[in-house]
């Protein structure tokens, strides 16, 4: 399992300019297997972020907390980069950059930011690039394997569920293996695949390229990719027939609207969102409402406290106890 991760950073630098990669390529191999971001900003110091903790990277590939001991990027470097990212063809990524990032194959997502252009309709590019964050996707299969039996509600069917956690503590790979376990089915548990419907606004659930996802997401699984949750649950349930629907960070309220639709048709459904803990959750506006209506009937609490994916707790989200034992 570690030598697959060493492989997909080091994959990765392919990605990069030829002498970043290089930096990135020296460094540890036991460090290499845990990196989830790398950080490259215009005159500053390359960074990664691993393990809940961000570094800074010499020209040596050593890992420092000395940001003076840093290797400082270059806009030559940083403009290489994304030269490469976007195939030497900025134009053919017109609409992922319009939305502030580029997938990668494999799943991978290059985060970017700079001078953003509007037009009438909206934002129109980014121009000036002055950082990007390529975020690994990691993909750990049968993370949810031990807290299936808490989702699943008859052989058919399951509970409404809602993943909360601060960012970068797992909850989208938690939420993408529930999605495998429910659309492949799981019979030791004797638990049929049903149809699951994924709305994936980001592309960071089943990180599609080329219209091939390229995570383990189910057998039954269909998949509207860079599409807003808003649209696409409702696209979903006229068109693809689901029993089951699944979405990352819910928002605002045209969410909710579209996520009170898929209860009305019958239509179970999976999401996440961020938070510390129930009473945040609560504050939030639409998002606080669904829950005192008990829309969500499994609560799932997640921090880093115990390394990244660590399940604080599982709440009934009828009765608001806990029910993890």
């Given at each position: 399992?570690?030598?697959?991760?060493?492989?997909?950073?080091?994959?990765?630098?392919?990605?990069?300019?030829?002498?970043?990669?290089?930096?990135?390529?020296?460094?540890?191999?036991?460090?290499?297997?845990?990196?989830?971001?790398?950080?490259?900003?215009?005159?500053?110091?390359?960074?990664?972020?691993?393990?809940?903790?961000?570094?800074?990277?010499?020209?040596?590939?050593?890992?420092?907390?000395?940001?003076?001991?840093?290797?400082?990027?270059?806009?030559?470097?940083?403009?290489?980069?994304?030269?490469?990212?976007?195939?030497?063809?900025?134009?053919?990524?017109?609409?992922?950059?319009?939305?502030?990032?580029?997938?990668?194959?494999?799943?991978?997502?290059?985060?970017?930011?700079?001078?953003?252009?509007?037009?009438?309709?909206?934002?129109?590019?980014?121009?000036?690039?002055?950082?990007?964050?390529?975020?690994?996707?990691?993909?750990?299969?049968?993370?949810?394997?031990?807290?299936?039996?808490?989702?699943?509600?008859?052989?058919?069917?399951?509970?409404?569920?809602?993943?909360?956690?601060?960012?970068?503590?797992?909850?989208?790979?938690?939420?993408?293996?529930?999605?495998?376990?429910?659309?492949?089915?799981?019979?030791?548990?004797?638990?049929?695949?049903?149809?699951?419907?994924?709305?994936?606004?980001?592309?960071?659930?089943?990180?599609?390229?080329?219209?091939?996802?390229?995570?383990?997401?189910?057998i039954r699984t269909?998949?509207?990719?860079?599409?807003?949750?808003?649209?696409?649950?409702?696209?979903?349930?006229?068109?693809?027939?689901?029993?089951?629907?699944?979405?990352?960070?819910?928002?605002?309220?045209?969410?909710?609207?579209?996520?009170?639709?898929?209860?009305?048709?019958?239509?179970?459904?999976?999401?996440?969102?961020?938070?510390?803990?129930?009473?945040?959750?609560?504050?939030?506006?639409?998002?606080?409402?669904?829950?005192?209506?008990?829309?969500?009937e499994r609560i799932?609490?997640?921090?880093?406290?115990?390394?990244?994916?660590?399940?604080?707790?599982?709440?009934?989200?009828?009765?608001?106890?806990?029910?993890?034992y």
């Amino acid at each position: 399992m570690k030598n697959n991760e060493i492989a997909i950073f080091n994959y990765l630098l392919e990605y990069l300019d030829p002498e970043i990669s290089r930096i990135l390529y020296k460094i540890p191999d036991n460090k290499k297997a845990n990196v989830e971001e790398i950080r490259i900003r215009n005159q500053k110091p390359l960074m990664i972020l691993g393990e809940g903790k961000d570094y800074y990277v010499s020209s040596e590939g050593q890992l420092l907390k000395d940001e003076q001991e840093g290797f400082v990027v270059k806009v030559e470097q940083l403009n290489k980069t994304f030269q490469i990212i976007s195939n030497y063809s900025i134009y053919a990524f017109e609409e992922e950059i319009r939305n502030g990032f580029i997938t990668l194959r494999g799943g991978h997502r290059v985060g970017i930011a700079g001078k953003t252009v509007y037009n009438s309709r909206g934002v129109e590019t980014i121009r000036n690039i002055s950082s990007l964050n390529i975020r690994i996707a990691r993909e750990k299969l049968g993370i949810s394997n031990r807290i299936m039996k808490y989702i699943i509600k008859y052989s058919n069917s399951i509970y409404n569920t809602l993943i909360v956690s601060p960012p970068q503590c797992g909850k989208t790979t938690l939420l993408r293996d529930i999605i495998r376990n429910i659309s492949d089915g799981i019979p030791e548990l004797n638990i049929r695949g049903m149809k699951v419907g994924v709305v994936d606004e980001r592309s960071e659930i089943a990180g599609v390229y080329n219209g091939i996802p390229q995570k383990k997401v189910g057998i039954r699984t269909d998949i509207l990719d860079a599409c807003l949750k808003s649209d696409g649950i409702i696209m979903l349930i006229r068109s693809m027939s689901p029993e089951v629907i699944a979405t990352d960070e819910l928002g605002g309220y045209e969410d909710i609207k579209a996520i009170n639709e898929a209860l009305k048709a019958g239509i179970k459904l999976i999401s996440t969102v961020h938070g510390e803990d129930l009473e945040d959750i609560l504050t939030k506006n639409g998002l606080g409402e669904i829950i005192e209506r008990k829309i969500f009937e499994r609560i799932i609490i997640m921090d880093n406290s115990q390394g990244v994916g660590t399940i604080c707790d599982i709440i009934d989200g009828y009765t608001f106890k806990s029910i993890l034992y």
